[in-house]
């Protein structure tokens, strides 16, 4: 866990020339205001800026970064601040960048399918004025009611519909990119193909390391003319897990497939009481859509499916209000945990499907060896797990052990041919596992994309991409020998 250092002053000089550039009520300087930026959505590492800005227009966005450029002054823009992995962290010598009133959807256009949005925009707006059009946009992270756009770039946000969908860099069409000296690049097209490098595709989920979104064009996608969802209840973990290979096996890929443990599935329905069978070890929610033939005939071979790999139940909603219900129910799960436990720490990495009940049962395994409770929640589809570690901050030691359990799940999902992370970022949280994950020429190269891009490492600096002495440190108090291949390739 980082240790908050203590704001610097900002400099007089610095100061003046955004006061040219921003109205006052643009620029937050009192440390109680600060305050409310000095974490994200991971309280466990937080630090007070030196400043904060909210411009709201491009130019004083571009204007801002060529100052902080010319006093090499680190900037970390900053979203709704729901991330979850400490990725828009503040620096005690840094300026805050928001995004937050660059909130315009600039253009909708129905008969293109697309809609040309600012970074501050809601996910779930878009959807929302797309509706009358009879369109939506696909990625639908459970925090889409407050995340924004541009958040949900720089870490390739995903959700429950991602698996059909595709995640936030399937579905965006072009971004406007201002680098830390002011330089404006638009990166992709309306086009289905285009010449030279995917610079669009490598800033996606780049974390705020490589430039500042401004602007975005996303696809928006003809509203199913029909969703069904089945509930299915199992009596083993195992079988719900193994359930969801034989799912995509069988050819058919749902808009959404997830799963939920027992002590899961109990925490939400005591919470929203949507009919969630809180006698089960496990449970899938697994929705297809299309039109409507399709969807019957897709539902009935679901169905048989999942009893057919010991469901013990299979319920499929009546109606949407049921449908809706159920859907609640998942989305309510974070919130959930935080009824029953004084703390959760929500981590996120994914494994290939075929492994997902041997991960389950070594997370079990090391909750027993931390002696902490974890449920499980995830988008089954695609393998990205998100095990609540449920904690106590206030007893000595627990979060440390949270933290040390949370390493160990991570490095469980990298064991069994897995990634750190599936949608929420590595930011400051799983920088260590980096260190697993890629080897010291891959980082390196890494490190050279970044100069690439900013070559006086002034944007979100420390985050995501840890340097090689970081790793060698790590590795030899990990034990591991020198010159060693840190996840030995087959």
């Not at 195992?238 to 959404?256: D, F, H, M, R, T």
Request: contains cysteine.
């Amino acid at each position: 866990m980082t240790r908050t250092k203590h704001a610097q002053t900002c400099d007089p000089v610095l100061l003046s020339v955004l006061q040219k550039i921003l109205p006052d009520d643009a620029i937050v300087t009192t440390e109680e205001e600060r305050r409310v930026y000095e974490c994200d959505g991971l309280p466990m590492f937080r630090q007070l800026p030196m400043l904060v800005v909210l411009p709201d227009t491009t130019g004083q966005v571009r204007e801002i970064l060529q100052l902080c450029h010319a006093h090499k002054v680190p900037v970390v823009a900053r979203g709704a601040g729901t991330g979850l992995s400490a990725g828009a962290t503040p620096l005690a010598d840094g300026i805050v960048l928001s995004l937050a009133r660059l909130n315009a959807i600039l253009d909708l256009d129905p008969q293109a399918c697309t809609a040309r949005v600012q970074p501050g925009v809601r996910n779930l707006a878009i959807s929302e004025a797309a509706d009358p059009h009879g369109l939506y946009y696909a990625p639908d992270p459970s925090s889409q009611i407050a995340c924004t756009i541009g958040g949900n770039v720089a870490e390739n946000s995903g959700g429950v519909h991602c698996l059909k969908y595709g995640l936030t860099v399937h579905n965006i069409l072009e971004i406007h990119l201002l680098l830390m000296d002011g330089t404006l690049l638009i990166l992709g097209s309306s086009a289905l193909d285009q010449a030279g490098y995917d610079l669009m595709a490598l800033t996606i989920g780049s974390e705020g390391l490589l430039g500042v979104g401004v602007e975005g064009v996303v696809k928006l996608l003809p509203k199913p003319v029909l969703a069904k969802v089945a509930m299915a209840a199992f009596d083993d973990v195992s079988k719900a897990a193994n359930a969801v290979g034989e799912i995509i096996a069988a050819g058919l890929i749902p808009a959404g497939l997830e799963m939920m443990d027992g002590p899961s599935i109990r925490a939400v329905e005591d919470y929203v009481r949507v009919g969630y069978p809180v006698e089960a070890a496990a449970m899938l929610l697994c929705e297809m859509d299309g039109n409507q033939v399709e969807v019957e005939s897709q539902m009935v071979r679901i169905e048989d499916l999942l009893k057919g790999c010991g469901a013990t139940s299979v319920k499929i909603a009546a109606d949407e209000a049921e449908r809706a219900k159920f859907w609640l129910g998942r989305k309510s799960a974070f919130p959930a945990a935080g009824r029953i436990s004084p703390d959760y720490y929500c981590m996120d990495g994914t494994v290939p499907r075929r492994k997902l009940a041997q991960v389950l049962e070594g997370t079990a395994q090391l909750a027993e060896e931390f002696q902490l409770t974890v449920t499980n929640i995830f988008h089954a589809g695609d393998g990205n797990l998100h095990p609540l570690i449920l904690f106590d901050a206030n007893k000595p030691g627990e979060l440390k052990r949270a933290e040390d359990l949370g390493a160990q799940i991570l490095l469980l999902c990298i064991e069994v041919g897995g990634t750190i992370t599936g949608e929420h970022g590595v930011g400051l949280e799983k920088i260590q596992q980096m260190c697993v994950q890629f080897n010291t020429e891959e980082l390196e190269q890494m490190h050279r994309v970044k100069e690439a891009f900013d070559p006086l490492q002034l944007l979100n600096p420390g985050k995501a991409v840890p340097r090689p002495r970081h790793c060698a440190e790590y590795r030899l108090a990990s034990g591991m020998k020198s010159g060693e291949d840190p996840h030995a390739k087959d």
